[in-house]
Nanobody, 120 residues
């Protein structure tokens, strides 16, 4: 089970940190990711992180601004979002799966989503 939190309203140029707490599974064995979905748009890949080496990969729109990290001891995934833009406004979802990648169908477990709104 995944529980996302940390969303809110922020002005353009500001920062937010999202958290995703996991329970009921072997957290450290999963590839973890963040996706987002804006109104009227398809769910979009944001970033993913693998377990052992902490290897990360980012979608082009967030490269250089967002940082994904994980704390396996706390069973928690994070997304640090800096230099936020109005186009970052979306519901952000955390996800966990064994195969990873940028496609949502490759992830088995999903959090409930947290709203991020960036005002101009």
């Amino acid at each position: 089970q995944l529980q996302a939190s940390g969303g809110g309203l922020v002005q353009a140029g500001g920062s937010l940190r999202l958290s995703c707490a996991a329970s009921g599974g072997t957290f450290s064995s999963y590839i973890l990711a963040w996706f987002r979905q804006a109104p009227g748009k398809e769910r979009e890949f944001v970033a993913r992180i693998v377990s052992s080496a902490g290897s990360t990969y980012y979608g082009d729109p967030v490269k250089g601004r967002f940082t994904i990290s994980r704390d396996n001891a706390k069973n928690t995934l994070y997304l640090q979002m800096n230099s936020l833009k109005p186009e970052d406004t979306a519901v952000y979802y955390c996800a966990a799966g064994g195969s990873g990648g940028i496609y949502s169908w490759r992830y088995t477990f999903w959090g409930q989503g947290t709203q991020v709104t960036v005002s101009s």
